[in-house]
């Protein structure tokens, strides 16, 4: 029987303190160039997914991979704009500001499609005016600097399906190096 990964750890007992202590953990800052700019208009998990999306490209994931969500959001809210997804998908692919508005727009149908949104939907009611596009941006030039410290990736988001116990147990990651 095919099981989440996400599902199988909320039934598992946990020992006392956790699996993963937090005094094992080190905390690292990194330094960066900019500063955020304090005033956003946007969802915090918007934010998150762009980010995320861009980030996964920067480090080597095809587009089409990364923004299949976003192509599977538009079909649950039944927009018909698959030429234009098409467009955005190969516009999203660089730090300048038309890909990560690209990036941002994408990720609204990925939102519309994890949360399962089913009725149709006017996705130019859902672009803020300003999207926080230097914010969007610092958090992405973030990202590589911490991956440089890590581990070689050896994959970035995928599905991972394993059997035990007669189970399948799924589900996605975001990165995988090579000891975690």
Do not use: C, W
Request: aromatic share 10%.
């Amino acid at each position: 029987m095919p099981v989440t990964i996400t599902t199988l750890s909320n039934k598992a007992k946990q020992p006392k303190g956790g699996y993963l202590p937090v005094k094992l953990f080190k905390e690292i800052h990194y330094n960066t160039k900019h500063e955020f700019f304090p005033d956003e208009n946007v969802s915090k998990p918007l934010i998150e997914t762009t980010v995320d999306n861009m980030t996964r490209i920067l480090l080597g994931a095809k587009a089409k991979k990364v923004f299949q969500p976003a192509t599977s959001g538009l079909m649950v809210a039944k927009v018909d704009i698959f030429e234009d997804t098409f467009d955005l998908i190969h516009t999203a692919a660089d730090l300048d500001d038309d890909s990560i508005l690209a990036a941002f727009q994408l990720s609204i149908y990925e939102t519309i499609y994890r949360s399962g949104y089913r009725s149709s939907v006017n996705l130019e009611n859902k672009l803020p005016d300003n999207p926080p596009i230097e914010n969007i941006r610092e958090m992405i030039n973030r990202s590589p600097a911490y991956f440089k410290q890590q581990e070689h990736i050896i994959d970035v988001g995928d599905r991972l399906f394993v059997k035990y116990k007669g189970d399948t147990i799924y589900g996605d990651y975001d990165y995988l190096t090579e000891d975690s």
